[in-house]
Nanobody, 120 residues
Framework: QVQLAESGGGLVQPGGSLRLSCAASGSIVSIHVMGWYRQAPGKQRELVATITSGGTTSYAGSVKGRFTISRDNAKNMVYLQMNSLKPEDTAVYYC??????????????WGQGTQVTVSS
């Protein structure tokens, strides 16, 4: 009933930039918090950044000042601008959202993930 589709991952050199996008589709009534998580090989999934429907943002300490999360409520999209990328940013990045749908109310949804690799 709801799908989150990420795009924008890829291979980038250290110091480079990437912009991730995530589009939510389906029988959506409203979207509360949206966020990005990442999971590196052999590590647990970790929170990268979140943004409320009102635009309040929060960031993991490791990305603060380098990454910027934003959203377009009219398009049900969330973005992650990643600058000054480091090899330790290499991971699969997942979009997450708390979405209200007609049939069951609010639920927590995940995208399929997009690979970001930072390497020279």
């Amino acid at each position: 009933q709801v799908q989150l589709a990420e795009s924008g991952g890829g291979l980038v050199q250290p110091g480079g930039s990437l912009r991730l996008s995530c589009a939510a589709s389906g029988s959506i009534v409203s979207i509360h918090v949206m966020g990005w998580y990442r999971q590196a090989p052999g590590k647990q999934r970790e929170l990268v950044a979140t943004i409320t429907s009102g635009g309040t943002t929060s960031y993991a300490g490791s990305v603060k000042g380098r990454f910027t999360i934003s959203r377009d409520n009219a398009k049900n999209m969330v973005y992650l601008q990643m600058n000054s990328l480091k090899p330790e940013d290499t991971a699969v990045y997942y979009c997450n959202a708390a979405i209200v749908i007609v049939t069951i109310g609010v639920g927590n949804y995940w995208g399929q993930g997009t690979q970001v690799t930072v390497s020279s």
